[in-house]
């Protein structure tokens, strides 16, 4: 199941209850929404288990990725997009506050995307939510990454 099935999970047009218990079925649509999308999360983390670094640091190249995960990094205001090769291969790239980051020009979660970007750093990862059978996993760093192309497609495979 996507996230975004669960907004048509149950039909709500000709609900009779409280206001309260209608509030209490949005909270447990979120945090099963939540729940789907960390499941598909590690999921894909799993996809990595042999995670290898990608390209060479400095050098300039193209990738096609998935995006696994997407989120707003609160110290800076811009956007993190992890993501992984076709190959299992795990890496992460940012993009400032002043970008676009919308769906439909950046790509959101399960979506393909051909991007150009530089290598930047290639580490064990030491976030606990990048780790297989806690283990971490190698991880690139892309950095002056530029979209090149946005394909929707949920698997890649």
């Not at 079925?25 to 996809?47: C, F, M, N, P, S």
Request: glycine letters at 8%.
């Amino acid at each position: 199941m996507n996230p975004e099935d669960v907004d048509n999970f149950s039909d709500l047009k000709d609900y009779s209850g409280t206001v309260s218990e209608l509030s209490e079925l949005t909270e447990e649509k979120d945090d099963l929404k939540d729940r789907i999308v960390k499941v598909d999360y590690q999921g894909q983390i799993a996809e990595c288990r042999n995670s290898e670094y990608i390209g060479t640091i400095g050098n300039r190249e193209e990738f096609f990725v998935k995006i696994i995960k997407k989120f707003e990094v609160a110290s800076t205001g811009g956007t993190a997009f992890k993501f992984r090769t076709r190959t299992g291969n795990l890496g992460i790239f940012y993009l400032n506050a002043n970008v676009e980051t919308d769906d439909e020009i950046v790509g959101g979660v399960g979506d393909c995307i051909r991007i150009k970007g530089t290598p930047k750093r290639q580490e064990v990862s030491a976030y606990q939510d990048d780790t297989f059978n806690n283990e971490f996993l190698k991880v690139t760093q892309l950095n002056r990454v530029e979209i090149l192309k946005v394909v929707e497609v949920e698997n890649d495979q």
